[in-house]
Each structure stands twice: as structure tokens, then as C-alpha cells.
């Protein structure tokens, strides 16, 4: 952007902030937590030494705190990569353009996000109640075609074996120092490749009433990858915090716990007991680096 953003383009509210998450420039935090669900919110900021600010707008329920002596924030995106097209656009903006002139700033903030949601497997081996990290994530959820996303080999093989999907599907990759440390930090953590789908019912191969069209679950659980990886979960929002954060310089990392399994049949019965675990062992692995989490100069 190299001429000021129009007013319709870059929408601030009257009292400064951005337009859908109600945010001002010193809400923003170098660690910021993404969940998808708004009651999870509270679930996540308990682990904070305190919450100072507390927004609530539209499915944008944000709590402003510190951990670790670091100011950190949890936001809830809602459902969905468009949801998070909104969060992560909007965050960047009022973290790196100023709202007077409308320009980017001359010195770029880099944020780190932290997704901590919820997945399905596909492949009969990863039982639920795992906490599974993405290392890179494939997106065939509507967002590919606006941006100049990267590929990759899962992209490739995925597009091989399903032309349909070349036009709209894309790569976005996780912060490789964020997962090295996530995995080292137990072994009960896991790592995979995510598929980012555009609703949960026909485009992650659920038929209830309605048929759905494409390659069925265990099609996609046999596709392997040249250096034999392979797609491990369904979910809908990492792909697009991947991609834009790529894109934007922002470092991101995708945590979620299996709930389903969807080769056996299985699904959790101990749902929030497994989400509670993730989020506890996430503030675990922070507190014993967080110059790593929240950024040496935060």
C-alpha cells in the first residue's frame, strides 16, 4: 500500500477503533491467542495473571491480560477462514498502519499467533483426546483465490489425485521454532497436516440428508506425500491463519484436540476435559520460554 487507504477500505469506528473487532492500538499484544468458539475465551484468559480489558463484539470476544509478565490477548475468531480473514487483517492493521494517515508504518510489528481449536482425524491411528499441531495446512475453504498464497507438496498431491480442487486450494505453514518447541515439550504432543474446509458437513465427507460430492475419507487417508506424510485432520480455520500470516510476516502456529475420529466412529467423551488439557499444557510451554512466544523484544 503505498497511498493512503480509503475511508470504505480501512473502516475506523468514532472513538479510533477498527471497524468489526472494536480494538485500539494498545490492545495489541505480541502473543495473541485465536479460538473459534467465543466461550472459549474465558476458558483460555483464567491462565492469565490478570485481564484488564474485556471487548465483546458481534462473534469478536477479546480479554486483554498479561502471563508470564507479557502482555498477551485471546480472541475469538468464530467459525470459518472468512471470520479469520477479518481477525487477522484487522489485527495487522492496527498493529502496522497508522489510523491518521491511513499508510503502513515504517517500522513493522511481527505478531505471533496461537490457534487453540478443535480437529476430526481421518486416519484410524490418531486417537481422539490427541493434541495435534499443523505443520502445514491446505486450504480448500473459498479463501485461495484473493491472495498469492504459496503451494506445497500436500497441495500438489491433493490436486493430483483431485483436479476440482487446483483453482481454489492453497499452502500455509506453521512457525517451524513454534512447533519444534510445542513438540519437544511433550511427547504426548503430535504434529500433522490439516485440511481447512469451507463448512462441516458435506466439505469435511459428513452426509446426513445430503449426499456430498468428491473423494471420500478414506480416498483422501490413503494419499501420501514423496517424503510419506500424509493429511491427518479436518478443521476450518488454520489454513487462512496460515496463509495470512505468512503473507503479512507474522509468525502462527495451529493447535487443536481431536474430538473425532472419523475412521472409527468415535467422538470424545471427554470434550472439554481434552480442550482444557491443551490449553494448560500450551501456557506450560510458554512459561519455560516465552522470550520464544512472545517475541525476544516484546
Known amino acids: 500500500m503505498t497511498s493512503p487507504a480509503p475511508d470504505s477500505e480501512l473502516i475506523v469506528n468514532s472513538d479510533g ?17 485465536t479460538v473459534g468458539d467465543p466461550e472459549r475465551v ?5 491462565h492469565f495473571e490478570e485481564v484488564d480489558f474485556r471487548q465483546n463484539t458481534r462473534e469478536f470476544v477479546t480479554h486483554v491480560g498479561r502471563f508470564a509478565g507479557r502482555r498477551i490477548m485471546c480472541i475469538s475468531t468464530g ?23 491511513k499508510l503502513p508504518k515504517a517500522a513493522l510489528r511481527q505478531l505471533t499467533f496461537v490457534r ?15 493434541v495435534l499441531a499443523s505443520g502445514t495446512a491446505v486450504g480448500v475453504d473459498g479463501l485461495g483465490p484473493f491472495y498469492r498464497f504459496g503451494g506445497g507438496e500436500a497441495q500438489r498431491v491433493l490436486t493430483a489425485a483431485y ?45 446426513l440428508r445430503l449426499p456430498y460430492v468428491g473423494p471420500g475419507l478414506a480416498e483422501l487417508a490413503r494419499l501420501r506425500f514423496a517424503d510419506g506424510g500424509r ?34 466412529g468415535e467422538f470424545s467423551v471427554r470434550a472439554s476435559e ?9 501456557f506450560d510451554c510458554v512459561e519455560r520460554n516465552p522470550n520464544l512466544w512472545f517475541g525476544a523484544t516484546s
Open 17 to 33: 477503533s477498527v471497524y468489526h473487532l472494536g480494538l485500539l492500538p494498545e490492545h495489541i499484544t505480541p502473543l495473541i491467542i
Open 42 to 46: 474465558p476458558e483460555v484468559s483464567k
Open 79 to 101: 467459525i470459518g477462514t472468512d471470520n479469520v480473514d477479518i481477525v487477522l487483517n484487522e489485527l495487522d492493521a492496527i498493529a502496522n498502519v497508522d489510523f491518521g494517515t
Open 116 to 130: 487453540l481449536g478443535t480437529s476430526g482425524t481421518f486416519q484410524a491411528d490418531i486417537p481422539v483426546d490427541t
Open 163 to 207: 483436479p476440482a480442487f487446483a483453482a481454489a486450494s492453497y499452502t500455509g505453514t506453521g512457525e517451524d521454532e513454534l512447533l519444534r518447541a510445542w513438540l519437544a515439550h511433550s511427547e504426548a504432543n503430535r504434529s500433522g497436516c490439516t485440511l481447512t474446509c469451507a463448512g462441516f458437513y458435506g466439505p469435511q465427507r459428513r452426509s
Open 231 to 264: 493429511f491427518t485432520n479436518f478443521e476450518m480455520e488454520t489454513a487462512g491463519l496460515y496463509g495470512l500470516s505468512n503473507l503479512l510476516g507474522h509468525r502462527a502456529l495451529s493447535l487443536s484436540a481431536v474430538l473425532a475420529n472419523r475412521a472409527t
Open 274 to 282: 481434552t480442550v482444557g488439557t491443551m490449553i494448560t499444557r500450551f
